[in-house]
């Protein structure tokens, strides 16, 4: 459905140079600094997906997202949605998709968000049924009811975003580009959000790409994940995938009934021990949990035991300070 390939987008900026001269010469000068903001991108998502584009602030999501939605030209490489150039005969494209950037709304400022969504109607020539059974559906899924007749720049930012997916896909387009949805919303906010969205992908089977620079965005909704920093795809594919790759060590604490002399086991490594308690640690690689346990219950009499994840968190970070895929 979408398809992306050696995307570039270079900003050529004007040399800055300082103090009173400096303006003078900024202005004449000739000199450019490039900045990189998508340098050599490529992936593809497929019909039904709910994909995940998640990366530091100044990565370069909201400026793919600007190309895959038509508002920006590439600087090179290739970019095809439903075999559509998105920039060429922009307003054709924009009729099939739906858009939300959490930083700025597409409604009306000063039209009650009602007027604004009829307003789209007609904009998109939605039928009167559709619009109708489409509004009737989010009003309620989306709690939209309450601030239906405010004007939109009186909404919170949570009621803001409810009415913007709710605008964004009034027209049922069977891709959604969702750029930060959930920025600066409470937690109870951003689990609407992701609820709805989730929904929208499963009942809809509406194909969704999701940036976020929030790591639970992505956790709680997408099987798939695109991991970007300064320009750059650094990993496609599943977080359990990123985890088994790149993760840390597992641990498993047991507590054992009976004082043993000897606690080691093949497979793991004793990290600590105090009292009855065995803090064992393991990679995916090495041995599965259940395998160590087996293993450890038909030396030892155990009471209790817990597995300990390695910090997902962690991993995303070790990812974009080491730069673990690059080469
Ligand atoms: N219109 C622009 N002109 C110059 N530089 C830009 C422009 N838009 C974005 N950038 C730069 O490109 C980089 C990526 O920005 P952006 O795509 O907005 O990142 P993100 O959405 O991941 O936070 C940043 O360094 C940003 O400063
Ligand atoms: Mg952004």
């Not at 895959?68 to 922009?90: F, H, I």
Request: glycine share 8%.
């Amino acid at each position: 459905m979408i398809t992306v390939q050696n995307l570039q987008k270079h900003f050529k900026l004007n040399k800055q140079y300082r103090g009173a001269w400096g303006s003078v010469r900024t202005l004449f000068s000739r000199e450019y600094e490039v900045v990189k903001a998508v340098d050599d991108i490529s992936f593809e998502v497929a019909r039904g997906e709910l994909v995940g584009y998640l990366g530091p602030n100044g990565a370069g999501k909201s400026t793919t997202i600007k190309m895959l939605t038509g508002l920006l030209v590439p600087s090179g490489g290739e970019l095809a949605v439903n075999g559509r150039l998105p920039w060429r005969d922009r307003q054709a494209y924009v009729a099939r998709i739906g858009a939300v950037f959490g930083q700025r709304t597409t409604l009306w400022w000063d039209l009650p968000v009602i007027e604004s969504l009829e307003l789209l109607q007609h904009i998109y020539h939605v039928p009167n049924g559709r619009f109708r059974q489409n509004l009737a559906d989010f009003e309620t899924m989306l709690e939209l009811k309450p601030f239906l007749n405010t004007p939109v720049r009186s909404l919170s930012l949570g009621q803001r975003m409810r009415a913007d997916l709710c605008a964004a896909l009034l027209h049922d387009p069977d891709l959604l580009f969702l750029d930060e949805p959930t920025i600066g919303l409470d937690v109870v906010a951003k689990e609407r959000i992701r609820q709805f969205i989730r929904h929208v992908n499963r009942e809809r089977g509406t194909t969704v790409l999701l940036t976020t620079h929030d790591l639970s965005d992505v956790q709680k909704l997408c099987d798939r994940v695109l991991i970007i920093d300064r320009g750059k795809l650094l990993y496609d594919g599943s977080l359990d995938a990123l985890q088994t790759r790149f993760g840390g060590r597992r641990e498993l604490v047991v507590d054992l009934a009976e004082p043993y002399s000897d606690v080691s086991v093949a497979g793991a490594t004793v990290v600590a021990r105090e009292n009855g308690r065995v803090t064992y640690q393991f990679t995916r690689e090495e041995i599965g949990a259940s395998e160590l346990i087996g293993r450890l219950s038909q030396r030892f009499r155990i009471q209790d035991l817990a597995v300990r994840e390695p910090d997902i968190e962690a991993t995303v970070r070790r990812i974009y300070e080491e730069r673990l895929l690059e080469n």
